[in-house]
């Protein structure tokens, strides 16, 4: 991953920004009162549905003092959501430069948080330009693999937040960031999450990208992700055991592979192609029954509510050979549902799921209660007295 990443092309136009706005926004940071003390909140640029929206949530509405403002495109579906909340700016804008350089604390869900351009602010921190502000790396998931691009010094966060206990005691050991910056304090969005409520009758199959790598256009069609997905939407078996259960089955699959989403069809009425302007994946999780993904971390989130994974693994070692490399984790081991590997075990797994009630049962149960050991709506409070200690001190 890293090597793509320093193939990434530095723009001229954002670094020229960055080094003609420094002085300009150390200037107001000082002299307006919108830059001062400024906390700057993100997620990509164009979205607000994951830990960035939730702690912004929790800024204006439990410490409406503090300066804060959520960085989001004019055009984005989440804005009104973030506007209602409180101050934004226009992802790219002048304005964004001049606060991102000014703020005191940036928050993100990404590598470089709160950055008008990833991957030139992930270069001018290789090289040594830094923003000002404290980087509060929030996440967007928790990690299960070797991500060696997150790894210190590659990366450098002053809070580096994980979600779950296992998660944190290996990244703390094995990414090398200094002692204090790694933290298990929680997902922002897990407080949002009702654990053991109520449930749609919905079955969720949500797989992940597959990088770069993967053609786009036309050709998506001969790869094997959309020939595993397409022959399962198409299953007689699957349509069959939809109408037995009185179930719907959504198909989301991951935000960069929506543009890709046409090519997929499914005879079954039963069976939606939900489009990521009109479906909300944290909705989604809440609604579902159960979780189909193949390495996903959206399953934790699941996990989290107490309601049962399959894992369906077609490509696995295509996947760690082309993507991420193994890490603490393993499905077999630790995961929280069955591994699969072909459309019948898929098919077999899910009406021994149904026939459990999509209820959890044992190992997993007692590897989800194992694996989460923070398990309350504490989070974003746990997050805010982090950055508040650092500031501090």
């Not at 989001?72 to 209602?84: E, G, K, L, M």
């Not at 786009?216 to 078996?237: C, I, R, W, Y």
Request: net charge neutral.
């Amino acid at each position: 991953m890293l090597g793509k990443l320093k193939k990434v092309p530095v723009y001229g136009k954002n670094v020229l920004l960055f080094l003609v706005l420094y002085l300009p926004a150390r200037i107001l940071r000082r002299v307006n009162p919108s830059y001062r003390g400024l906390w700057l909140v993100s997620e990509r640029g164009f979205d607000a549905r994951d830990n960035g929206y939730w702690f912004f949530r929790y800024l204006r509405e439990k410490h409406s003092d503090i300066n804060s403002c959520f960085v989001i495109t004019p055009d984005s579906p989440d804005r009104d959501r973030v506007a209602c909340l409180g101050k934004t700016v226009r992802f790219q804008s002048i304005r964004h430069y001049l606060m991102f350089l000014a703020a005191d604390v940036l928050v993100g869900t990404h590598l470089q948080p709160a950055a008008p351009d990833l991957w030139v602010f992930f270069h001018l921190s290789q090289w040594g330009f830094r923003e000002k502000g404290l980087r509060i790396f929030l996440q967007h998931g928790v990690i299960k693999d070797d991500m060696t691009y997150l790894h210190y010094p590659t990366s450098r966060m002053n809070i580096f937040v994980c979600g779950a206990r296992p998660e944190y005691e290996y990244v703390s050991s094995t990414y090398g960031h200094p002692e204090g910056v790694v933290r298990y304090l929680g997902l922002c969005r897990f407080d949002n999450l009702p654990v053991g409520g109520a449930h749609e009758r919905e079955i969720l199959v949500m797989p992940t990208w597959r990088g770069a790598f993967y053609p786009s256009g036309d050709a998506f069609v001969n790869t094997p992700f959309f020939k595993h997905f397409q022959a399962l939407l198409n299953a007689p078996e699957l349509s069959e055991l939809l109408e037995k259960l009185d179930y719907k089955l959504i198909f989301y699959p991951h935000i960069e592979l929506q543009k890709e989403l046409h090519h997929f069809t499914s005879p079954s009425e039963r069976i939606i192609l939900a489009d990521c302007t009109t479906h909300d994946v944290q909705d989604l999780l809440i609604r579902c029954s159960l979780l189909i993904t193949d390495y996903s971390s959206v399953f934790n989130d699941v996990a989290y509510m107490n309601k049962p994974v399959i894992y369906y693994q077609f490509d696995w070692d295509d996947y760690r050979s082309r993507l991420y490399a193994e890490g603490y984790f393993s499905y077999e081991k630790d995961g929280f549902g069955p591994v699969v590997k072909t459309q019948t075990e898929l098919l077999s797994a899910l009406n021994a799921a149904a026939e459990s009630g999509f209820e959890p049962v044992s190992p997993y149960r007692e590897r989800i209660e194992a694996f989460y050991p923070l398990h309350d709506r504490q989070n974003c409070e746990r997050t805010f007295r982090a950055i508040e200690d650092l500031m501090r001190n």
